[in-house]
């Protein structure tokens, strides 16, 4: 598919435990942006990676919050020692490169739930 | 804080009806509005967007409204339909930016 692609799709898992979230961007896109989605607070953003430069994390909520970005391709978000305020859907977009008129792309997200 | 306010949470219309969602900013420095729409278990989809230089956008039944001066944007949905059903949420960006602020969202539900 030509589409943004996230895995896996669903996630539960134990509090304490480490998860890692994948993206997968659309072919040739150099901006590549997480958001958090909870239930009635809209989309927050987390990270965004612009091709070969530093990443801005100003949005990672707290420091067990990580992501990378290898080859300027496919992304991992990683949340270690999760708690339950994690659960959410973590969703990834990209586009074609920064700037406000380029639309952003979204993943289907992965439902991550925290028991 | 919220950056872009969104109303109603919930919206009910019936079928052909228009159906009219609202949001507001403080940043004047936002020069992008888009509207995404997300249907369950989907990520958002771009739905139509506005810069602040234009009253107004038409894209077939979706109409954006925008009044600079009130730092309030609009978004219209004419002759709705069943499957407009879907959460509609707001944004705005500005040059320099580097994400999208999302407002919290619209659950519209369109009654046959």
């Known amino acids: 598919g030509a589409g943004v692609s996230q895995s896996p799709s669903n996630k539960v898992t134990e509090k304490g435990k480490d998860v890692e979230l994948r993206c997968d961007p659309i072919s040739g896109h150099t901006a590549l942006y997480w958001y958090r989605q909870s239930l009635g607070q809209g989309l927050e953003f987390l990270i965004y990676f612009q091709g070969n430069s530093a990443p801005d994390k100003s949005g990672l909520p707290s420091d067990r919050f990580s992501a990378e970005r290898t080859g300027g391709s496919v992304s991992t978000l990683t949340i270690q020692r999760t708690q339950q305020e994690d659960s959410a859907v973590y969703l990834c977009a990209s586009s074609a490169y920064r700037g406000s008129e380029q639309p952003q792309h979204f993943g289907d997200g992965t439902r991550l739930s925290i028991l | 804080q919220q950056q872009v306010k969104q109303s109603p949470q919930s919206l009910i219309v019936q079928k052909g009806g228009i159906s009219i969602i609202n949001c507001a900013y403080e940043?004047?420095?936002?020069?992008?509005f888009p509207w995404y729409q997300q249907f369950p278990g989907k990520g958002p989809a771009l739905l139509i967007a506005i810069r602040p230089d234009v009253s107004e956008k038409k894209e077939g039944r979706f109409t954006i409204s925008f009044n600079k001066s009130a730092k309030q944007f609009s978004l219209h949905i004419m002759d709705s339909q069943p499957g407009d059903s879907a959460t509609y949420f707001c944004a705005a960006m500005y040059t320099g930016a580097n994400n999208l602020f999302f407002g919290t969202g619209t659950r519209l539900t369109v009654i046959p």
């Open positions: 940043n004047t420095a936002f020069d992008y």
